[in-house]
């Protein structure tokens, strides 16, 4: 409803059905084999479940982050690779070969058959590693914007964020199930449950969340990290200050975001820094490198 209400959305409700119902039983399908395996553990290896369980989480993220743009994304939208003839696409070329680095192609993908929304993202593992642009951020953005947004996710590619990024986040989650093991010790303990009864599911599934969000306080502030890193890797290798304000202006504008949100939140939820913030971050980064930015207010 707030997604056409807002006019974001261009699915009919029969696609929007067709994507709810995929996305329900892949959930369904992933959920329940691993809370099994998560209460096998704990039966098999009551005190040391949380190292059983923390090293199975490593391989599913790592499984699934390859998986991601050749089998998951595709349940939802189309790939298309970019040709490499697309005056695009030679910009793109010409900024990987200017590092020395390389990506397996950069992908459009067809946001436009479910929403208005533009998004470009790093995907991927290994040889699925790609980037991929939004097919509306292609028809919407200039050719400058367009280079600029590749820039940033190809920092992001360069200072391998991605596998970092996994690391981290596998690290929170081993910190999780060790304090939740420890909860539930209590709990079993106190209420005289064993300690694999499924009964002791509700405080499992509470302690998780709980531990989750505050673990998520620090990684997000690493997230933001990254993201400043990536914005100045993008703005020194084009040199287009101005087309990386527009791009963010766009975003923000296409999107609705909020370009100066509550200090408090923007640390405790956002993993990107707020849009205002990446403004203003390109007009001052200018004085260090001699870009020329446009002032935008928001």
């Known amino acids: 409803t707030f997604e056409h209400k807002y006019h ?16 329900y039983l892949l959930s369904l399908s992933l959920a329940v084999p691993i809370m099994e395996g998560i209460y096998w553990a704990i039966r098999i290896f009551p005190l040391n479940w ?7 989480t490593i391989f599913l993220t790592v499984l699934l982050s390859y998986l991601s743009p050749i089998w998951l994304t595709p349940l939802f939208f189309k790939l298309k690779k970019i040709e490499e003839d697309n005056e695009l696409a030679q910009r793109l070329i010409r ?16 946001f436009s058959s479910k929403t208005t929304k533009a998004n470009a993202y790093l995907s991927g593992l ?12 292609l028809e919407n953005f200039t050719l400058d914007e ?17 596998i970092k990024g996994i690391f981290w986040i596998n690290l929170m ?10 909860i539930l010790i209590k709990i079993s303990f106190y209420l005289r449950y064993e300690l694999s009864d499924i009964s002791n599911f509700p405080a499992f599934a509470l302690s998780m969340v709980v531990i989750i969000f ?28 101005d087309a990386f304000i527009t791009s963010m202006a766009k975003f923000t504008n296409r999107d609705l975001a909020d370009a100066y949100p509550y200090p ?27 870009l020329k930015c446009k002032k935008i207010i928001l």
């Open 126 to 137: 290994g040889n699925t590693r790609r980037i991929v642009i939004a097919d509306n951020l």
């Open 50 to 56: 949380y190292l059983i369980v923390s090293i199975f």
């Open 8 to 23: 974001f959305s261009t699915q009919t409700v029969k696609d929007w059905f067709k994507d709810y119902l995929k996305s």
């Open 264 to 290: 408090l939140i923007e640390f405790l939820f956002y993993t990107h820094p707020s849009i205002g913030k990446r403004i203003n971050y390109a007009q001052n980064f200018k004085k260090k490198i001699g």
């Open 173 to 182: 989650y081993l910190g999780a199930f060790y304090f939740t093991s420890l």
């Open 95 to 110: 900024l990987c070969n200017r590092i020395n680095t390389k990506v397996k192609g950069v992908y459009e993908i067809n």
């Open 146 to 162: 367009a280079e600029v947004v590749f820039a940033h996710e190809l920092g992001h590619q360069v200072h391998k964020d991605l």
């Open 214 to 241: 505050l673990g998520g306080i620090p990684l997000n502030f690493y997230f933001r990290k990254r993201e400043w890193n990536a914005d100045k890797f993008a703005l020194k290798i084009t040199q287009k200050g």
